[in-house]
Antibody, heavy 120, light 111 residues
Framework: QVQLQQSGAELARPGASVKLSCKASGYTFTSYWMQWVKQRPGQGLEWIGAIYPGDGDTRYTQKFKGKATLTADKSSSTAYMQLSSLASEDSAVYYC?????????????WGQGTSVTVSS | DIVLTQSPASLAVSLGQRATISCRASESVDSYGNSFMHWYQQKPGQPPKLLIYRASNLESGIPARFSGSGSRTDFTLTINPVEADDVATYYCQQSNEDPYTFGGGTKLEIK
């Protein structure tokens, strides 16, 4: 069965960086886009970007260019998102989600989320 | 960017009644004969769950009480009849054009 297992909660200082992981299992990792979504406490969902592990192609929404860097390790079927120059507004839950291009064309499986807290 | 506007922001419905949530896109999300609009349900403390994909297709395992309709810029999610387990926030999302934007969400409560 498809599973996306995200790394544990992070507590980081302002100005620091964190690298979140999303380990995929139960499907061919290199054949599906992996999306990343941000959710601030009590707020809605915000699309950050996506990576295609097969060839490393990435897409970012303008707001997150320079803030988020998406990578993928085919050998371990793990997608990563590095967030840099952290500020209080980066405190949020971050989700990875598989995007089923050419079928549902939607995010059909989601990780459990990683909470990032930025505080001095 | 395509802006998705959901209405209402919150909704209280009696058990067994119908709930209707709307999502309006700032431009068409249709391409190649498909509407790239999807609906998700999110309960507190949980990740979103895909309910409806490409406007009207029920995701596997989702009860038939959920249905979707619409095309181009106007879409609707209907829950009929509403059950207690449906208390959640519902989001529309488009994947016709990146960035893949979400609507602001509609919180469903039981009256």
């Amino acid at each position: 069965q498809v599973q996306l297992q995200q790394s544990g909660a992070e507590l980081a200082r302002p100005g620091a960086s964190v690298k979140l992981s999303c380990k995929a299992s139960g499907y061919t990792f290199t054949s599906y886009w992996m999306q990343w979504v941000k959710q601030r406490p009590g707020q809605g969902l915000e699309w950050i970007g996506a990576i295609y592990p097969g060839d490393g192609d990435t897409r970012y929404t303008q707001k997150f260019k320079g803030k988020a860097t998406l990578t993928a390790d085919k050998s371990s079927s793990t997608a990563y998102m590095q967030l840099s120059s952290l500020a209080s507004e980066d405190s949020a839950v971050y989700y990875c989600a598989r995007y089923y291009y050419g079928s549902s064309d939607a995010m059909d499986y989601w990780g459990q989320g990683t909470s990032v807290t930025v505080s001095s | 960017d395509i802006v998705l506007t959901q209405s209402p922001a919150s909704l209280a419905v009696s058990l067994g009644q119908r709930a209707t949530i709307s999502c309006r896109a700032s431009e068409s999300v249709d391409s190649y004969g498909n509407s790239f609009m999807h609906w998700y349900q999110q309960k507190p403390g949980q990740p979103p769950k895909l309910l409806i994909y490409r406007a009207s297709n029920l995701e596997s395992g989702i009860p038939a009480r959920f249905s979707g309709s619409g095309s181009r810029t106007d879409f609707t999610l209907t829950i009929n009849p509403v059950e207690a387990d449906d208390v959640a926030t519902y989001y529309c999302q488009q994947s016709n054009e990146d960035p893949y934007t979400f609507g602001g969400g509609t919180k469903l409560e039981i009256k």
